[in-house]
């Protein structure tokens, strides 16, 4: 298995029955939904007593007959997944297979396989991969707040404490409707961009959500391009 990419020929496919089953050969623990950037564990059980010494590797593709073998028990793992995957087998009729920070592109189908002489064993599973909702972003000061009391720079911080791949963008509100001003994490507030009071928000996303957060007024007291005195508040604190 090691020296091959993929898998050929003469093979064939146990297909799902009662676990219970004594005649059962093969088989998975489910499909299974898994978040981007996670680590999971994918169960395939086998029957011990004929079994438990037999070579097995994992592969990936919608065909048995072609798909690529990502890892087996003899200890071969595909490069692109050198520090990502482990293959651990009991050999009391479990193969667990470890894949850690998986992404979207990881989704398909996948086989667990047993060599046998004349026709290997394979089952088939489904893994999706989906993006962990992002949560409601809180907004933190970068600097100390109290520079504008002497019109200094001060720089807020979008974050959401979940999700992956998260894009940021800061809004300015208006009477009717908000305007983008910034596509990033952080906005930074000075006297030049404060001509008079303001309210700005931001917004967290990725494919699976998207979450606002407070609104963060910046008060202007002493209006001026240079030496102005200004006041940021947080949700109304």
Same mark, same amino acid.
């Given at each position: ?17 009662? /676990? ?17 950037? !996670?680590?999971?564990?994918?169960? $395939? ?10 070579? @097995? ?9 072609? $798909?690529?073998?990502? *890892? ?8 692109? =997944? ?10 009391? *009729? ?7 920070? /998986? ?9 667990? *396989?047993?060599?046998? /002489? ?9 893994? @999706? ?5 992002? !949560?409601? /972003? ?12 002497? *019109? ?5 911080? #979008? ?11 800061? =809004?300015? @509100? ?16 000075? $006297? ?8 700005? =928000? #931001? ?35």
């Amino acid at each position: 298995m090691s020296n091959r990419p993929w898998r050929t020929s003469h093979l064939v496919s146990i297909g799902r029955v009662n /676990p219970a089953s004594q005649n059962r050969a093969l088989w998975w623990d489910g499909d299974k939904t898994v978040m981007a950037g !996670s680590e999971t564990t994918i169960r $395939c059980f086998y029957d011990k007593n004929r079994f438990a010494y037999a070579e @097995k590797y994992w592969c990936a593709g919608e065909s048995r007959r072609t $798909c690529d073998v990502l *890892g087996d028990t003899r200890g071969f793992i595909k490069e692109k =997944y050198a520090t990502l995957l482990t293959l651990k087998d009991n050999a009391f *009729g479990t193969l667990f297979i470890t894949l850690q920070q /998986p992404s979207l592109e990881d989704s398909g189908t996948y086989w667990c *396989g047993i060599e046998r /002489p004349y026709a290997d064993i394979m089952t088939s599973m489904k893994l @999706k991969v989906k993006e962990e909702p992002v !949560s409601s /972003p809180f907004i933190t000061f970068l600097n100390e707040p109290d520079n504008t009391c002497g *019109g200094k720079s001060v720089t807020v911080q #979008c974050k959401s404490a979940k999700g992956f791949n998260i894009k940021y963008v800061w =809004y300015k @509100k208006s009477e009717s409707t908000a305007v983008t001003i910034l596509q990033s994490a952080n906005l930074r507030f000075d $006297c030049e961009v404060l001509p008079q009071t303001q309210e700005y =928000y #931001c917004e967290a996303s990725n494919l699976e959500s998207k979450e606002a957060s407070h609104i963060v007024t910046a008060v202007v007291l002493t209006p001026s391009k240079e030496n102005c005195v200004y006041l940021l508040v947080v949700n109304g604190k």
